[in-house]
Nanobody, 120 residues
Framework: QVQLVESGGGLVQPGGSLRLSCAASGSIFSINAMDWYRQAPGKERELVATITSGGSTNYADSVKGRFTISRDNAKNTVYLQMNSLKPMDTAVYYC??????????????WGQGTLVTVSS
């Protein structure tokens, strides 16, 4: 069993910054990739950023240059640093990991989501 717990969401003014965290617990043997998704009201969930096991990163065009994904392997945690936030960034943010457990099972695990609201 693997669980993800997110934190760091909240209310921020346009132009402000937030850092989201997603920490894992459970029997993880290896991590293939870590992603951040978001879902705005009335819209489909979209991929925001990805970091692979090798450290390669990829971003949605809408957040390039403003968001940075990073990981701390020792803490089994992934972060999303969000700068220059805009009202269009308002959404529930979810972390999503692709892992192999110690029982050698491949799992895709989702966090519970954390709300980010960008408003003056």
């Amino acid at each position: 069993q693997v669980q993800l717990v997110e934190s760091g969401g909240g209310l921020v003014q346009p132009g402000g910054s937030l850092r989201l965290s997603c920490a894992a617990s459970g029997s993880i043997f290896s991590i293939n990739a870590m992603d951040w998704y978001r879902q705005a009201p009335g819209k489909e969930r979209e991929l925001v950023a990805t970091i692979t096991s090798g450290g390669s990163t990829n971003y949605a065009d809408s957040v390039k240059g403003r968001f940075t994904i990073s990981r701390d392997n020792a803490k089994n945690t992934v972060y999303l640093q969000m700068n220059s936030l805009k009202p269009m960034d308002t959404a529930v943010y979810y972390c999503h990991w692709k892992v192999v457990t110690t029982a050698l099972r491949y799992l895709e695990v989702w966090g519970q989501g954390t709300l980010v609201t960008v408003s003056s």
